[in-house]
């Protein structure tokens, strides 16, 4: 079942669905949240889409592979089941050892912790993962929670509103806001104006503004005082998202995403996505 919000924007349409996708690099499989389509171009790319649940440990980052989605005249509600975790997998024979494993962790959480240190870090894990052909996979978990989202359009964009249920101890409750690497290229964060690579993986700011120069799209968030919020953008080979998460220790978290433009730039067209304030597709 897919759903169809009428941004009011011209060409620019945001869908919801209760099916894994759309399917691109490594997060193939996984729900998403909502998909953006400027003109009949998909723009979310490798990204999980505006307003997808996370939780995550100090050793584990679950995502979800199954959701069940519910719509009224006012909003679209989808429950999202954490029922997968990523895994680094070692694809050099022999090399497969939870030691090796750990490292590769234990470099993403220095990664997301020490910014200053990013660029010097994804080298280093480009170059580790060519050397070990490493990557990333989903593998299925017995479900650990669930979280319940809901999506009110406004006129600025989207009221989004998570409700996240587990028994895991201390979790770190995360809600991305993500669309393609390709599209979202430019960011303002407190003020700097920063473009392409010089966005890196996990940026803290007080203030955050993603920019598409292809679209003339850009999205911001407002709200949600008590997470941190993080800006980034990865394009690599096997990567290419670009977005603006939360991260808290609170189980409700809501916050206002706003969509604008900054001036129409004509996309290419893939196929027409169905236009309706809230409608079946």
């Given amino acids: 079942m897919k759903h ?9 349409v945001l869908e919801l669905s209760d099916e894994p996708g759309p399917d691109f690099l490594t997060t193939r499989g996984l729900q998403k949240g909502l998909v953006a389509y400027n003109d009949g ?29 519910q719509a009224t ?3 679209l509600v989808k429950t999202f089941k954490f029922d997968c975790a990523s ?4 694809g050099a024979k022999g090399l497969e050892s939870p030691a090796l494993r750990y490292g590769f962790e234990a470099l993403v959480g220095l990664y997301m ?24 996979r989903f593998i299925d978990v017995e479900p650990v929670g669930q979280a319940r989202v809901t999506y009110w359009p406004v006129e600025a964009g989207m009221r989004i509103v998570s409700e996240f249920e587990t028994a895991i101890k201390n979790p770190q409750f995360i809600m991305v806001n993500e669309q393609g690497a390709d599209f979202f290229d430019r960011a303002e964060l407190d003020g700097r104006e920063l473009a392409g690579d010089g966005i890196t993986g996990w940026m803290s700011a007080g203030k955050a503004t993603l920019r598409s120069s292809a679209t003339g799209l850009r999205f911001s968030i407002d709200g949600c005082p008590s997470s941190r919020l993080f800006a980034g ?4 080979p096997y990567l290419s998202w670009a977005g603006l998460d939360l991260h808290s220790r609170k189980r409700r978290l809501e916050y206002e995403l706003v969509i604008g433009e900054d001036g129409r730039r004509p996309g290419r067209r893939l196929g027409k996505a169905d236009d309706g304030v809230v409608a079946d597709g």
């Fill in 113 to 136: 912790r020490v910014e200053r240190l990013q660029p010097v870090i994804l080298k280093l894990q480009r170059g580790l993962a060519r050397s070990f052909n490493a990557s990333c």
């Fill in 41 to 69: 171009d998909c723009l979310v790319q490798e990204g999980l889409g505006f307003g997808a649940p996370i939780l995550g440990t100090q050793t584990e980052t679950y995502f979800s592979k199954t959701a069940s989605l």
């Fill in 87 to 90: 895994q680094i997998e070692m």
């Fill in 73 to 75: 005249e006012e909003c």
């Fill in 233 to 236: 953008r990865e394009r690599t």
């Fill in 4 to 12: 169809a919000i009428d941004t009011k924007m011209k060409g620019l």
